[in-house]
């Protein structure tokens, strides 16, 4: 599976968009972009996914570069339950799917 | 709406105790898995079960074993306990088609003393 980097942290104030960077320079043709969150000690969550084309759902959206090198995840009016840690995962979407979490973005959203 | 449930929420073990950690789910998923989280680190995966029936090693298995009793339910045991297993342990299910994403439990936090 591709490797990933992300900052290890990021600052947010409340109300303005987080956009969290996550940098796969050696991703394959086959491999998605996933992310998930983790608040405070809970399971991590899952957010969005995406091959090529950019995603949106009602959490997030997640823009992918043409190259598929690098993606970001664009939270939009960031709330201060948005202050988690993010990760920023790539595998293929065919077959059994067993995660590689790294050590993430400690997002801290601030009033 | 229960999802992925574990217990216990929390455990505190003398070593050399052992110990199974339970993990349900109701979402009708084919695969299981068990991580561990560190202070700190992300988390690494000790075992996983593609499908009812069959288990796998993960990166961190040394020290555990694991059952897939039935579709729904998938459980870890400690059989001697040790200090370096303190850490907080998480269960999730998905389904394996199309990349679907992976549900998690709320951990079970483990102290060995």
């Known amino acids: 599976d591709a490797k990933t980097t992300q900052p290890p942290s990021m600052d947010c104030a409340e109300g303005r968009a987080a956009n969290l960077p996550c940098n796969h320079s050696t991703i394959s043709g086959n491999e998605y972009v996933y992310w998930y969150r983790q608040i405070h000690s809970q399971g991590p969550q899952y957010i969005i996914h995406g091959l090529k084309n950019n995603e949106t759902n009602e959490m997030a959206s997640l823009i992918i570069t043409e190259d598929r090198k690098s993606s970001t995840l664009i939270l939009p009016h960031a709330t201060l339950r948005d202050t988690a840690v993010y990760y920023c995962i790539v595998r293929p979407n065919t077959g059994f799917q067993k995660l590689v979490f790294g050590t993430g973005t400690r997002l801290l959203v601030s009033p | 709406n229960a999802g992925v449930t574990q217990t216990p929420k929390f455990q505190v073990l003398k070593t050399g105790q052992s110990m199974t950690l339970q993990c349900a789910q109701d979402?009708?998923?084919?695969?299981m898995y068990w991580y561990r989280q560190d202070p700190g680190m992300g988390l690494r995966l000790i075992y996983y079960?593609?499908?009812?029936?069959?288990?796998d090693k993960g990166e961190v298995p040394n020290g555990y074993n694991v059952s897939r009793l039935n579709k729904r339910e998938f459980s870890l045991r400690l059989e001697s306990a040790a200090p370096s297993q303190t850490s907080v342990y998480f269960c999730a299910s998905s389904e394996v088609l199309h990349g679907q994403p992976q549900h998690f439990g709320d951990g079970t936090r483990l102290s060995i003393l």
């Open positions: 979402m009708n998923h084919n695969s």
């Open positions: 079960s593609a499908s009812e029936g069959t288990t």
